[in-house]
């Protein structure tokens, strides 16, 4: 252990911080829309609503279970960037949302609502690159597909995110939660702005070329 925290680079520790802060604020930004979130947080959203636990508080209840599995199944996956994206990303999302509430309000009109999610794919398209790029661990719900992929090689990555992504919208409306225009944006949206980030931005402040980390996108 004592290892593993010498050898971390403090650069991509501090990219990995501000993409999940960036990450976050789209979550919230998502959630102001009232869209729908990508299809985990909104189903997060849903159960802790149903469970009356605060979104953080049942995110972090529901990755500590995630994590168990990560840790049996896919423990190279684990990094710093797992336990600030388990720990961190519910109360991030919060901090952002009540803000957006207090100074701007529920935004009414349609027209509003779509530029609302507009500027959410954005800024998680951001956050997801500078997070994903450290290459400094793996959220546990996002390496769920990416352990499914090593046990069963013969689909895609791309499918067994579908699986995953596909089971938590599921869930969400089942829960009674947000299943729209904001949930189909993240589930089949992101992945060529996340690109764009990595390709313009982020593998250059990273000195290194633009492949996807982990053999495919992490989204949220």
């Not at 976050?24 to 979130?37: D, Q, Y």
């Not at 994590?67 to 109360?91: D, H, M, Q, S």
């Not at 313009?200 to 290194?208: A, P, S």
Request: charged share 10%; glycine share 12%.
């Amino acid at each position: 252990m004592m290892g593993y925290i010498k050898g971390l680079d403090p650069k991509r520790l501090i990219i990995m911080v501000i993409g999940n802060i960036f990450l976050g604020m789209g979550i919230s930004i998502f959630k102001l829309s009232g869209m729908g979130n990508d299809p985990f947080s909104g189903m997060v959203m849903a159960l802790a609503d149903l469970s009356f636990i605060s979104y953080a508080n049942f995110l972090i209840l529901l990755n500590v279970v995630l994590f168990v599995v990560e840790w049996i199944t896919g423990r190279k996956f684990i990094g710093a960037g797992t336990f600030v994206n388990a720990i961190l990303l519910g109360y991030i999302a919060t901090f952002f949302y009540d803000i957006w509430i207090d100074v701007l309000g529920e935004p009414q009109q349609l027209w509003y609502k779509v530029i609302t999610v507009a500027i959410g794919v954005v800024v998680c398209s951001f956050g997801v690159s500078l997070y994903q790029s450290s290459d400094v661990g793996v959220a546990p719900y996002d390496a769920l597909s990416l352990i499914m992929k090593i046990r069963f090689p013969k689909v895609s990555y791309f499918w067994h995110r579908m699986f995953t992504d596909a089971l938590c919208a599921l869930i969400c409306l089942l829960a009674g939660g947000i299943v729209g225009l904001g949930t189909l944006v993240s589930a089949f949206g992101l992945g060529p702005i996340i690109h764009f980030f990595d390709v313009h931005f982020t593998n250059k402040l990273l000195g290194k070329k633009s492949t996807h980390a982990n053999g495919g996108p992490v989204t949220l």
